[in-house]
């Protein structure tokens, strides 16, 4: 069968069907055994780049695996198909066996032709094969990282839907918007009591942005406790601080809010996540009320390279 021509653009859904058809792959792997190519049609295809030893691979992976199990459940008629940049099949099969998607069986050779098809320079890289997809460059892994299921359907266009809907909420939204969501209606205390958003609308808000582990915000938050105690004892209930976790995992979050005399929102709560997107900010205390102030808190020590961006990646080679 005479081959494709490897160079041409690929906003085509389908042009990746046909390369497989020409290289003379009938079937795709899944959980469950062998796919037929063809069961693809009629879907909107992305294509992962990814590696199992690329540890910026492996920390998408899990967002990525929340979008797909997301849009599957909405109904979206999504296929990913995995295509590895692992250098020998035993590493294939550990990174694919966490994926619920399809993938092209391993062929050195073959990934090696897809990677110069799809012009693909770093991993992870994920790639809708639709037109006016975001591109590499234009950080299609951290818009994804950013909003997760609503960034779907990858167009230039929703991109810009979601950073104007950011825009809205940072100027305009009221606290029961800004705080919690249609499924959540309320803080947690330090001692995990459930306390109503609504018993803070309308007071002078301290979004207050930290970690446990960090040091510089271990040292603020023992200044910040004794000013909060202060100002209750002398202005009373007219304002309430409110923690905004970037802690590593749920054990450092609980430790962190018992410490606390103010709410929280819920550690496995996505909003956490969208403040610090929405106010840019990863350590600090937002003030949020009739006019709004920021005190960012500064880590000064060095920093490893797994802290210096979350959306890490490696080169393809």
């Excluded at 899944?30 to 295809?45: A, F, L, M, Q, T």
């Excluded at 992305?46 to 590696?51: D, K, T």
């Excluded at 950080?139 to 825009?167: N, Q, S, V, W």
């Excluded at 601080?241 to 606390?260: A, H, P």
Aim: a neutral charge; glycine letters at 6%; hydrophobic letters at 35%.
């Amino acid at each position: 069968m005479a081959g494709l021509n490897f160079e041409a653009t690929y906003t085509d859904n389908h042009d990746i069907l046909k390369i497989l058809e020409a290289e003379g792959v009938e079937f795709l792997l899944s959980s469950e055994g062998k796919v037929p190519v063809s069961e693809c049609n009629g879907k909107v295809i992305c294509l992962f780049f990814s590696a199992n030893w690329c540890r910026p691979c492996r920390a998408f992976t899990p967002h990525l695996l929340e979008l797909y199990e997301t849009l599957r459940k909405r109904g979206k008629n999504l296929e990913i198909i995995f295509i590895s940049f692992d250098r020998d099949e035993d590493g294939f099969k550990e990174h694919f066996k966490s994926m619920p998607w399809l993938a092209v069986p391993f062929d050195v050779t073959l990934h090696r032709r897809l990677i110069d098809r799809y012009r693909v320079d770093r991993i992870p890289s994920f790639i809708p094969l639709c037109s006016d997809a975001i591109t590499v460059e234009e950080d299609l892994i951290g818009c994804i990282e950013d909003y997760g299921a609503d960034a779907f359907p990858f167009t230039r266009k929703r991109h810009e839907e979601l950073k104007a809907m950011d825009k809205r909420k940072r100027e305009e939204a009221n606290s029961e918007e800004l705080l919690g969501h249609e499924e959540r209606h309320f803080l947690i205390s330090g001692d995990d009591r459930k306390v109503p958003i609504s018993e803070v609308v309308g007071k002078t808000i301290g979004l207050y942005f930290c970690a446990y582990w960090s040091p510089p915000c271990s040292a603020f938050t023992v200044q910040l406790r004794d000013a909060y105690n202060k100002l209750k004892a002398a202005k009373g209930d007219c304002f309430e601080i409110v923690l905004i976790s970037t802690d590593r995992d749920l054990e450092e979050f609980n430790v962190n809010k018992s410490s606390m005399p103010w709410l929280a929102v819920p550690y496995e709560d996505r909003t956490r996540h969208d403040l610090r997107r929405i106010f840019n900010i990863k350590y600090g205390l937002f003030i949020w009320g009739r006019s709004f102030s920021l005190y960012r808190i500064t880590d000064k020590r060095p920093r490893s390279s797994s802290e210096k961006g979350r959306r890490g990646s490696a080169k393809a080679g």
